[in-house]
């Protein structure tokens, strides 16, 4: 599995690109920022977008559904359902206070427990609030996407609507007791880590 990272110059957040060898159905995780530079990359590459997951809600991590969705309309846009609510909504995903108000495609797929994603590769998740109300933890084969719950170095950022401290601390205790120490984080914004790496800052 091979994991391809665009870092948009407008939020300094991460969009990663998940490909399997010999298959151009890939997984895009937080599409956002100048969106041209992620088509170009997957024009260049032939890739076609079979899911687009959304780690949570807010702005910086969602702003390429819609270019996404225009250009590749048989890709699904997948999360959780507190997220599929607040990234229609300007004001729940934060872009209206930035005088950017941005409104996305509605989610194709909401996930809950019974959600079954097809690909090559084993997809997990776990809605997880705590940074947002519509938090997930991705996990593909043994790496995860945790958003903006853990970032490395950085206080999780629990004060914008709908952040709750205690979950952070409940989602780091399922994450370190739960997988093993050498599993590769990737986080919403700044450089992956090792699950053992991981601190809780809150």
């Not at 300007?90 to 996305?104: A, E, F, G, Q, V």
């Not at 427990?113 to 947002?132: C, D, M, Q, R, V």
């Not at 739960?178 to 809150?202: A, M, Q, R, S």
Request: aromatic residues 10%.
């Amino acid at each position: 599995m091979n994991i391809d990272t665009i870092i948009n110059d407008d939020y300094k957040s991460n969009t990663y690109i998940v490909s399997l060898p010999n298959l151009l159905e890939v997984l895009i995780i937080d599409p956002a920022g100048d969106v041209t530079v992620l088509y170009d990359f997957l024009y260049r590459s032939n890739y076609q977008p079979k899911y687009i997951m959304l780690t949570h809600e807010h702005i910086d991590h969602i702003t390429g559904t819609n270019m996404l969705k225009e250009n590749y309309p048989l890709s699904k846009i997948v999360c959780t359902e507190a997220c599929s609510q607040r990234i229609i909504d300007p004001k729940l995903n934060l872009s209206h206070y930035r005088n950017t108000p941005y409104t996305s495609v509605p989610a194709d797929i909401i996930l809950s427990e019974n959600s079954n994603l097809e690909w090559e590769a084993t997809i997990n998740y776990f809605p997880w609030e705590g940074h947002s109300p519509g938090g997930m933890i991705i996990k593909i084969n043994d790496i995860i996407f945790c958003g903006d719950q853990f970032i490395k170095g950085i206080k999780t950022v629990t004060n914008l609507p709908g952040g709750k401290r205690d979950r952070v601390k409940e989602c780091f205790d399922f994450l370190k007791n739960n997988f093993p120490p050498e599993t590769i984080i990737y986080p919403g914004h700044g450089d992956c880590l090792l699950l053992n790496e991981l601190e809780l800052i809150i």
